[in-house]
């Protein structure tokens, strides 16, 4: 029987030492924390601008013109009448009491109004007013101004600023 050092018992296993087939696990926790850090990459910019185009829009236009043709006619007729249609013409009848040994009414002359009508096709040139949507990033990692097409730099920022 082995002798005590410390006031321990030679009988427990404590004061044997360690054991060729005892095994010793760590028993270790590790916590994961998830949070959001916000950081700014970059900005957008968006600008509205008006402008007016002029767009062409066809159209037909139509116009009438009278043409007067007198026509002598000096010929004596029982009673007056009035004015009549012949195809286009319009035939105005102008009268006029002439002296003789007796009245007689006489057809002086005949006045004659056709009307025509052409048509001419043209365009018509009208201001239409548009607006655009012009939207310029803004990187923070090289200070560019990046427009809608990808080109970089003062070159996008001046092209944004007229549309046309």
Do not use: W
């Not at 949070?35 to 139509?62: C, F, M």
């Not at 012949?86 to 004659?112: A, C, H, N, Q, S």
Request: proline share 5%.
């Amino acid at each position: 029987m082995k002798t005590m050092d410390d006031g321990q018992d030679s009988g427990s296993p404590e004061a044997a030492g360690p054991r060729p087939d005892d095994v010793t696990i760590s028993a270790v926790q590790e916590c994961l924390s998830v949070g959001v850090e916000r950081t700014e990459t970059g900005a957008v910019r968006v600008h509205k601008v008006n402008y007016d185009e002029i767009q062409e829009i066809p159209l037909t236009l139509r116009t009438e013109s009278v043409e007067v043709h007198r026509v002598q006619m000096n010929q004596p007729v029982p009673e007056e009448y009035g004015a009549r249609q012949e195809g286009d013409t319009l035939i105005v009848p102008v009268f006029e009491y002439v002296p003789v040994t007796e009245l007689r009414l006489m057809l002086k002359e005949e006045v004659r109004i056709t009307k025509s009508a052409t048509e001419v096709d043209a365009v018509h040139l009208a201001s239409v007013r548009r607006q655009a949507l012009i939207v310029e990033r803004h990187d923070s990692a090289t200070g560019d101004r990046v427009a809608e097409d990808g080109s970089t730099g003062v070159t996008a920022a001046k092209r944004t600023e007229d549309p046309r």
